[in-house]
DNA sequence: TGTACATCAGTGAACGCGCGTTCACTGATGTAC
DNA sequence: TGTACATCAGTGAACGCGCGTTCACTGATGTAC
């Protein structure tokens, strides 16, 4: 449905911009196509020929688009950095004031992992081999530091440098961490206490002290 | 050098016990080649051909010990469940006392990942596939008690059980994030100034407030 | 406007790989008499 | 003590699978004249 909903909208919009070859359409295709791959059969999923059978085309036709698998997953994981950085962009924007803007991004951050578990999974991998890829225009940067604004705004200045970046280091890690542990089953029955898996978000962010000093 | 000692010592103590059929050795070298695999070349290198290669013995030799990659999976993951409780448990007691002890634990936790990242992986998928798997003697379970207990022992006590439960998994979290944080390259310099890896990790963690509210 | 040409996205066959798993077997060992 | 037997750990061939990638090709399209 969601396809054939896509497929109507390329064949209705025939001409959309002046340059016209037949270009375009099959890498924008392959590209969501490997997202509805990652997010339906996770990440072992999305190989070359997984990529082409989901798109509904021949198994070498994706190698005209991406050099080989290393670069499909590269560019994929990029549309997932992009997508959580406005997620985080728009917690931000509607939750402009200190704390309260540092656990909206927060949350935005989880919650965005918990819905995209598999997207999740590739940014993930992507991030902690950053260092053989290209770092030229690295998407990947924006996430890092909005997060750091969201939480600076919230927190007491100091003048410690260090201090500061081992207070963000704990901030990362208690995000990073809360997306594993709101998956164990240990969790389930404090959701349903507090009424909803984002009530519960909140509440475990709202202990995250160094906030409450502020 | 590990694998040589090993073999030497299976030749060494040939009748082991009462009942001497021509069993056992095996399945613990296969478990042991099972190890060396995992963190020399990561989960993926963890198959059943790759196994049998590693023991030096035909292909399908490990179907007599392991029903299947599951079972194989499954009683490795019990091996590292069982050494990192005994890490725990040895760090709980060289550090008998509250706030030291939470510390000492917490990183010889994340120690652990760190020095074991095949290991730990392959625990992770286990935790997360638990529902699956039969719980009966669940090695696992005794990770999060000592985790549990180090930590009350360092923090106030609170009587609102709620409240304790959103502590313990704001505490799981930053134990669980802090293995991602602590491979991250920005950590290097804060490793660097501070001298050690291990010395960052209790800097990081002696900035979780509630353990200074104690 | 019409035709020859160049471009290049997409095809289909083929390669070699490693995997999990089955099956009938072999051979060393322990047990029963 | 000696022999026949049962057990069962380990073997080797074989299966079907999905993968990444190559290669020569085809065919639709845009461009040049």
């Known amino acids: 449905m969601d396809r054939g909903l896509a497929s109507v909208m390329a064949e209705t919009s025939k001409p959309p911009l002046a340059k016209r070859y037949h270009h375009g359409d099959l890498e924008r295709a392959l590209l969501a196509a490997g997202r509805r791959l990652l997010e339906r059969d996770g990440l072992t999923a999305l190989s070359m020929r997984g990529l082409a059978r989901e798109a509904g085309v021949s198994a070498t036709a994706p190698y005209h ?95 410690d440098d260090v201090d500061r970046r081992l207070r963000n280091a704990l901030i990362w890690a208690t995000l990073r961490g809360l997306v594993d542990v709101a998956q164990f089953r240990f969790a389930d029955p404090l959701k349903d206490l507090l009424g909803s898996e984002r009530a519960f978000l909140e509440a475990v962010l709202d202990r995250i002290p160094m906030a409450r000093e502020a």
């Open 65 to 159: 688009h991406f050099k080989d698998h290393a670069a499909l997953l590269y560019a994929i994981g990029r549309e997932g950095s992009a997508d959580l950085a406005a997620a985080l962009r728009d917690a931000r924007d509607t939750h402009p004031y200190g704390r309260d803007q540092m656990i909206a991004v927060s949350v935005a951050y989880v919650e965005f992992a918990l819905a995209n578990p598999g997207m999740y999974q590739l940014m993930s991998d992507t991030t902690r081999l950053r260092d053989s890829v290209p770092p030229e225009d690295d998407p990947e940067g924006a996430i890092p530091r909005l997060i750091g604004q969201a939480f600076s705004g919230a927190l007491p200045p100091t003048h």
